[in-house]
Nanobody, 124 residues
Framework: VQLQASGGGLVQPGGSLRLSCAAS????????MGWFRQAPGKEREFAAG????????SYADSVKGRFTISRDNAKNTVVLQMNSLKSEDTAVYYC??????????????????WGQGTQVTVSS
């Protein structure tokens, strides 16, 4: 199984970035997908999650209204659109795949597979 995250970079406060995660080696359409992030010196935290169909999404309070998660099961990809970025959004962002059913989307320990991470830096 491979989860390849891309799209990170340096952006000014107020700017936007679009992260993408390409999945291979798994039946993508039956997995829930999540984006987590880890800032320097901090624990990994949940940012956004989406169920297998795309019909249910969940967001951390800190990103609600600014980030949007979506998926394309035909292309085995999940996207995190990040708008109105703040310095506190600076972190390594990881995509993850979860085979659970009925569990909350934000529990990191439930996720089975993790990507390698992509760095997002928000700075002027």
């Amino acid at each position: 199984v491979q989860l390849q995250a891309s799209g990170g970079g340096l952006v000014q406060p107020g700017g936007s970035l679009r992260l993408s995660c390409a999945a291979s080696g798994l039946s993508f359409s039956i997995y829930r997908m999540g984006w987590f992030r880890q800032a320097p010196g901090k624990e990994r935290e949940f940012a956004a999650g989406i169920d297998w169909s795309g019909g249910r999404t969940s967001y951390a309070d800190s990103v609600k209204g600014r980030f949007t998660i979506s998926r394309d099961n035909a292309k085995n990809t999940v996207v995190l659109q990040m708008n109105s970025l703040k310095s506190e959004d600076t972190a390594v962002y990881y995509c993850a795949a979860d085979r659970s059913v009925g569990e909350p989307l934000g529990i990191a320990s439930r996720y089975d597979y993790w990507g390698q991470g992509t760095q997002v830096t928000v700075s002027s």
